[in-house]
């Protein structure tokens, strides 16, 4: 069983050989302090270490690593080209490195110790009308030599036996409109001033859908999954109340999964990343028809893997709970890396339905002999036995 078969049989909540391997990819990354430290460990030396995504410091992963970690999947999307892009454009101030990106949101990094980009400054953040929202800025899509280079990556993932996942923009629509907007700013525009938060999102909506009609027009007969995200809870609860996801943003959701599914020829999973306590949404995920979700956030109120995969484990398809990456993966011991890890497995793999991914990208606090020994316990724990496959 070649890769892509791997992880499509696990998708179909099948058994394969064994647990596929989701890195690199949307929010299952390693920041690049981190790759580095991996690379070391490893006694990889001089090759150079970029970053994938500036705001995130997520690294782009060299092909022979990705094939000595046996990682079933790989990514293709428009965000390599943005970021060459905004490398160019970076300027310093007052301690910070700083660039403004195509929606005019500013995202901003200490020049000492910074870890990552935040937004500092939003093109809506003041007192806005409707005519502002329509004024906004919106990137530009991939021109034609980049759909060129994407077609010829996809293809050659394909041809390598790799399954293909095809990325969204980063964030949601949910996330990008309080980007602009500012998170306090919309919060209060979803509750007293509707029509203006509905005009936003929809602004957001109408790009996402050029994006997807775009790259799926021109790969989408390669692409297996397509990844959509939106963060809609924190670390105990829902930002929002089930009625106002229902109302504002499920309808939305539902238009994006339904153009990509219209615009791809054959069989396409779709990948939902939504950090946190998110449980009381997946039935809801699971009726917009969503396959698969990430990041599966174990230390969350009511994200139990095992209460996940026993009420919601036939009808949707967890990528990602495969080891805590908030207290485990950074500060925990190798072998209580390995726990964790045989843990999630005997959870989650029963009858497929599983892609073993860390719960979200790895931070830049991570040792590099709890990434080792994630990658072999899951190695060895992660064979499906009796498999004939």
């Known amino acids: ?67 000595r970690m046996d990682v079933a999947v790989r990514k293709v999307d428009a965000e390599p080209f943005a970021t060459a892009r905004t490398e160019t454009a970076l300027e310093e101030d007052a301690g910070y490195r700083y660039f403004v990106d195509d929606w005019g949101i500013e995202w901003a990094m200490p020049l000492r110790s910074g870890l ?9 953040q003041r007192a806005i009308s409707s005519a502002d929202v329509d004024k906004l800025s919106m990137p530009a899509l991939p021109t034609e030599h980049e759909m060129d280079l994407l077609r010829r990556k996809a293809q050659a993932h394909r041809d390598a036996g790799f399954a293909v996942l095809v990325d969204g923009l980063g964030g949601g629509l949910f996330e990008h409109a309080w980007w602009i907007r500012g998170f306090n700013e919309f919060m209060v525009d979803m509750m007293a001033r509707r029509k203006l938060a509905e005009r936003l999102l929809d602004k957001i909506l109408d790009y996402r859908l050029r994006y997807w009609e775009l790259i799926l027009s021109r790969i989408g007969d390669l692409v297996d999954v397509a990844a959509e995200s939106d963060d809609v809870a924190g670390q105990d609860r829902l930002i929002l109340s089930p009625d106002l996801y229902r109302t504002l943003l499920k309808p939305r959701h539902r238009t994006i999964f339904q153009c990509i599914r219209e615009n791809v020829p054959g069989k396409v999973f779709i990948h939902l990343h939504s950090c946190g306590a998110v449980r009381d949404l997946i039935p809801d995920l699971i009726d917009l028809g969503v396959d698969a979700l990430n990041p599966v ?23 990602g709970g495969g080891v805590d990456t908030q207290r485990v993966l950074p500060t925990g011991t190798p072998r209580q890396v390995r726990d964790e890890v045989r843990r ?31 990658c072999k316990a899951l190695q060895e724990h992660g064979v499906y036995t009796g498999s004939s496959a």
């Not at 893997?305 to 967890?318: E, H, N, P, Q």
Request: no cysteine.
């Open 297 to 319: 956030q174990v230390s969350a109120k009511g994200m139990d893997t095992a209460a996940l995969k026993r009420d919601f484990g036939r009808d949707i398809s967890f990528w």
């Open 1 to 67: 069983m070649d890769a892509r078969q791997r992880l499509l049989t696990a998708l179909d909540h099948q058994e394969a050989d064994r647990v596929p391997f989701a890195f690199g990819g949307p929010n299952t990354g390693i920041h690049v302090d981190a790759y580095r430290k991996l690379l070391r460990f490893w006694g990889v030396s001089d090759v150079p270490v970029e970053a994938e995504d500036l705001v995130t410091q997520r690294a782009r992963i060299h092909e022979d690593i990705l094939q």
């Open 344 to 374: 999630r497995i005997d959870d989650l793999a029963p009858g497929g339905g599983f892609v073993f991914a860390t719960v979200h990208n790895i931070q830049a606090d991570v040792p590099p002999e709890n990434i080792d020994a994630m």
């Open 116 to 124: 990552y980009y935040d937004a500092r400054r939003r093109p809506l």
